[in-house]
């Protein structure tokens, strides 16, 4: 299973990204998937998760800004960020859990300039 982000760049604050994350090797509609990001001297925290049913949830910082997605026919997962902030500056990762296995995607950096 692979899984590739694409997406991030270098916005102003209050501006959009939108994340891509291609899997191959595994359909995504019969996992769970997430967002994850890493800031520079702090732990990896999930952003966004989506059950395989379409559940969503999110962490308290990007409720109400962040939108996931997924398109089961693409295999692909989407991360629409709005009103972008400093602070979501980070390295954001893509996660598959299937059959009690996690994989991860290589990282996409977002920066978000104020």
């Known amino acids: 299973v692979q899984l590739q982000a694409s997406g991030g760049g270098l916005v102003q604050t209050g501006e959009s990204l939108r994340l891509s994350c291609v899997t191959s090797?595994?359909?995504?509609?019969?996992?769970?998937m997430g967002w994850y990001r890493q800031a520079p001297g702090k732990e990896r925290a999930l952003v966004a998760f989506?059950?395989?049913?379409?559940?969503?949830s999110y962490g308290n910082s990007v409720k109400g800004r962040f939108t996931i997605s997924r398109d089961n026919a693409k295999n692909t997962m989407y991360l629409q960020m709005d009103s972008l902030k400093p602070e979501d500056t980070a390295v954001y990762y893509c996660?598959?859990?299937?059959?009690?296995?996690?994989?991860w995607g290589k990282g996409t950096q977002v920066t978000v300039s104020s």
């Open positions: 996660n598959l859990g299937h059959m009690g296995i996690n994989y």
């Open positions: 090797g595994s359909s995504i509609s019969v996992s769970a």
């Open positions: 989506i059950s395989s049913r379409g559940t969503t």
